[in-house]
Nanobody, 123 residues
Framework: EVQLVESGGGLVQAGGSLTLSCAAS????????LGWFRQAPGKEREGVSC????????FYASSVKGRFTISSDRAKKTVYLQMNSLKPEDTAVYYC????????????????WGRGRQVTVSS
């Protein structure tokens, strides 16, 4: 099982930027698809962005497309989520998670995930 440890996030004003990092313990990093989902109080879990280390495919939720960028550093076994032009509605706990490598479950079905990082965007 992949173990995931997130870092980053925090408090920022609307329009600002934050970066989330996710370090994976699994040495076969290239065989996995990793990404981020978020959970806000009273809202359903939302797959935000994912990347497949097998072929580089990426997914972005429509709510973040054009503002967030996901990237993967294979040497460091780390996935990053650069979040720009943040909005108050981006406020949530963000979880790094393993997802299905391809198909309909990519960035929709999640297996193991980390403890989460709070992202708060003030207006």
């Amino acid at each position: 099982e992949v173990q995931l440890v997130e870092s980053g996030g925090g408090l920022v004003q609307a329009g600002g930027s934050l970066t989330l990092s996710c370090a994976a313990s699994e040495f076969t990093f290239d065989d996995y698809a990793l990404g981020w989902f978020r959970q806000a109080p009273g809202k359903e879990r939302e797959g935000v962005s994912c990347i497949s280390n097998t072929d580089g495919s990426t997914f972005y939720a429509s709510s973040v497309k054009g503002r967030f960028t996901i990237s993967s550093d294979r040497a460091k076994k780390t996935v990053y989520l650069q979040m720009n032009s943040l909005k108050p509605e981006d406020t949530a706990v963000y979880y790094c998670a393993q997802t299905v490598v391809r198909g309909g479950g990519f960035c929709a079905t999640f297996a193991s995930w980390g403890r989460g990082r709070q992202v708060t965007v003030s207006s």
